[in-house]
């Protein structure tokens, strides 16, 4: 019986020889350079132009840079001239950013700029989106087009999976965060030779754009919060209850999607949609303070800085607002990601937790809260985790993290994703 079930156990997969693997390394490291770089000049004429917005402008004029009518002006603002560009340029900015995800299709290329322009004035103007969906989306095309041209025997989909680790390895400083995406998409998928053979030009790719990044930029994840010993008990309870909070949390902005996103589609024109969902956000900035404002990441860090610098009550209010934000800039039509303003949430939450119970460690609700928000909006259950063990940089947490993102997964797993189809329908 033992020989005969060996018998019939299908032959390992053969490895990959290096001879077949060295080719795609000069590709991979091209690739790797040129998002890393695309993304950088992004992010750095947005930063510019945020200075303007919100420094140099409110300061010529008199008016306090994050006061309530500044701030509404702005947001407004932005709605109308993301609008123009919705509206009037060609490609009209790419597809609904309701319907896109991280893995973004190849786009003609009249898009682009049309979708670049929109993503920078997004970052600049103060809406509650990141830049990685549409710079993975733009980064993605790039490499096929250009890729079809310089090799145009190369399968175009090998071009996608190297411009999309090149994105992410640059946007969180690390090629891991790259690997473990495309590790979870590879799993559902029936692939030739072994897992590594697969990873070996993205993980190129995702490499060299994390080391770009890293000596352009400079960017970190962690929050530098107060340090974590041994676990405890009481530090799983702690985990386990905030990341199924933030779990429940999130998904409360994934079942709401379809109506918002359904009550701005009824305006019908960008040049409504957009300026609609400025008055709103203006009006959530009003409520929930400055900190709520941009794509989160440097709002975290402000955060994190000083735990106790806010009342439970304030926490709270950042955390609902900033989620609220989050559902109605994607809802609106502004072109941007939902991972950073999700750290916020979660990092705001865990914060609130350490408010309300002094004994709940900053570090374990903040990654617990990241963690939980993140596996509801993102469905990514590897990039939840590292982002969450990132922000803390303990190996101690990542045990907890493990165990709580169990019955966080359970909670999330099998319901509507915060993604929809062309029709306004969840995807699943």
Request: proline share 8%.
């Amino acid at each position: 019986m033992v020989q005969d079930s060996a018998q019939q156990e299908p032959p390992a997969a053969p490895a990959t020889r290096a001879r077949d693997l060295l080719p795609s390394v000069v590709p991979a490291l091209v690739v790797g350079v040129a998002c890393s770089l695309l993304l950088t000049g992004v992010s750095l004429a947005a930063e510019e132009l945020q200075d303007v917005l919100w420094q140099v402008l409110p300061d010529a004029l008199g008016v306090g840079r994050y006061s309530v009518l500044w701030m509404f002006v702005v947001l407004v603002t932005t709605g109308i001239a993301v609008g123009l560009v919705v509206w009037k340029v060609p490609g009209h900015a790419g597809p609904d950013p309701a319907t896109t995800g991280l893995d973004a299709p190849a786009l003609p290329p009249m898009v682009l700029p049309g979708l670049l322009l929109a993503s920078a004035l997004m970052l600049a103007g103060g809406p509650s989106l990141g830049p990685e969906n549409p710079i993975i989306a733009v980064n993605v095309s790039l490499a096929v087009w250009l890729g079809a041209r310089a090799a145009p025997r190369a399968p175009g989909r090998g071009w996608m999976v190297l411009a999309e680790a090149a994105t992410i390895g640059a946007l969180f400083g690390t090629p891991v965060a790259a690997a473990l995406v495309i590790s979870e998409a590879l799993a559902g998928q029936r692939i030739k030779g072994r897992l590594w053979d697969s990873l070996f030009a993205p993980l190129t790719a995702a490499a060299s754009g994390a080391l770009t990044a890293t000596l352009v930029s400079q960017p970190s994840f962690d929050l530098g919060l107060p340090p974590f010993g041994s676990p405890g008990w009481a530090d799983l309870l702690a985990a386990l209850t905030v990341a199924a909070v933030g779990a429940l949390l999130g998904m409360c902005a994934v079942h709401a999607l379809p109506y918002v996103h359904g009550a701005f589609q009824r305006l019908r024109h960008p040049m409504l949609m957009l300026p609609a969902g400025g008055a709103v956000l203006g009006a959530l900035a009003a409520l929930g303070g400055p900190l709520t404002l941009f794509k989160g990441l440097d709002e975290v860090a402000e955060l994190a800085a000083d735990p106790g610098g806010w009342s439970a009550g304030q926490f709270a209010t950042m955390t609902v607002v900033k989620l609220a934000a989050l559902l109605v800039a994607t809802s609106c039509g502004f072109r941007g990601g939902r991972i950073f303003p999700a750290v916020f949430v979660g990092t705001a939450l865990g914060l609130c937790a350490h408010a309300l119970v002094p004994g709940v460690q900053p570090a374990v609700g903040v990654s617990a809260g990241v963690l939980g928000v993140l596996l509801a909006i993102t469905r990514q259950g590897w990039v939840s985790l590292f982002v969450a063990a990132a922000l803390v940089a303990s190996p101690s947490v990542l045990v907890l993290l493990c165990i709580a993102s169990l019955p966080a997964w359970l909670l999330v797993t099998g319901r509507p994703q915060m993604q929809l189809r062309a029709d306004g329908t969840p995807v699943r």
